[in-house]
Antibody
Framework: EVQLVQSGGGLVQPGGSLRLSCAAS????????MNWVRQAPGKGLEWFSY????????YYTDSVKGRFTISRDNAKNSLYLQMNSLRAEDTAVYYC???????????WGQGTLVTVSS | EIVLTQSPGTLSLSPGERATLSCRAS???????LAWYQQKAGQAPRLLIY???SRATGIPDRFSGSGSGTDFTLTISRLEPEDFAVYYC?????????FGQGTNVEIK
């Protein structure tokens, strides 16, 4: 069974940092591209980062570029998101998603809430 | 950035009725790079359709997708009680990947 189990969310002050993890099981993680998607409270979905299976290609949306870093460790079957210089507008539920091809998420983590507030 | 506009914002229908959801792109999207998702409150999104018309694994055949260029459609042929949810389209052909704002399909 394909599973993506997320960890690392919580409350952080503006300007602070947080690292999210997404542990994969039930499939060959190194064969799949991965994405991060977030959803602010009561709002729609926002894609913001992509990493290819070998980490050779990485994309970010402009709003997180220079502040967030996506990475993966295929030996540990894990995807990561390092978030720095956090802002109130980064408050959201964060999802990791396996890409069926590139951008379409066919399996999703359970989501983790990140709250940026003083 | 490709902007996706979904209509209507809310669709009020009864079980058994047909639902037609629209997704319009600000510029042409390859048919192979358009997906639809269903999301229920408190849950992660669920992939329904990829490549504009291919059903994802385990998705019932009452869900179908069509379209090309800038106009795409998700059709639910006969609404079941479990189909009342929010639906999103997404393009993943041009970075940044983008989602529409969603269509809420609610019980009339």
């Amino acid at each position: 069974e394909v599973q993506l189990v997320q960890s690392g969310g919580g409350l952080v002050q503006p300007g602070g940092s947080l690292r999210l993890s997404c542990a994969a099981s039930g499939f060959t993680f190194s064969n799949y591209n991965m994405n991060w998607v977030r959803q602010a409270p009561g709002k729609g979905l926002e894609w913001f980062s992509y990493i290819s299976s070998s980490s050779s290609t990485i994309y970010y949306t402009d709003s997180v570029k220079g502040r967030f870093t996506i990475s993966r460790d295929n030996a540990k079957n894990s995807l990561y998101l390092q978030m720095n210089s956090l802002r109130a507008e980064d408050t959201a539920v964060y999802y990791c998603a396996r890409a069926r091809g590139r951008g379409e998420g066919d399996y999703w983590g359970q989501g983790t809430l990140v709250t940026v507030s003083s | 950035e490709i902007v996706l506009t979904q209509s209507p914002g809310t669709l009020s229908l009864s079980p058994g009725e047909r639902a037609t959801l629209s997704c319009r792109a600000s510029q042409s999207v390859s048919s192979s790079d358009l997906a639809w998702y269903q999301q229920k409150a408190g849950q992660a999104p669920r992939l329904l359709i990829y490549g504009s018309s291919s059903r994802a694994t385990g998705i019932p055949d009452r869900f179908s997708g069509s379209g090309s260029g800038t106009d795409f459609t998700l059709t639910i042929s006969r609404l079941e009680p479990e189909d009342f949810a929010v639906y999103y389209c997404q393009q993943y052909g041009s970075s940044p990947w983008t989602f529409g704002q969603g269509t809420n399909v609610e019980i009339k």
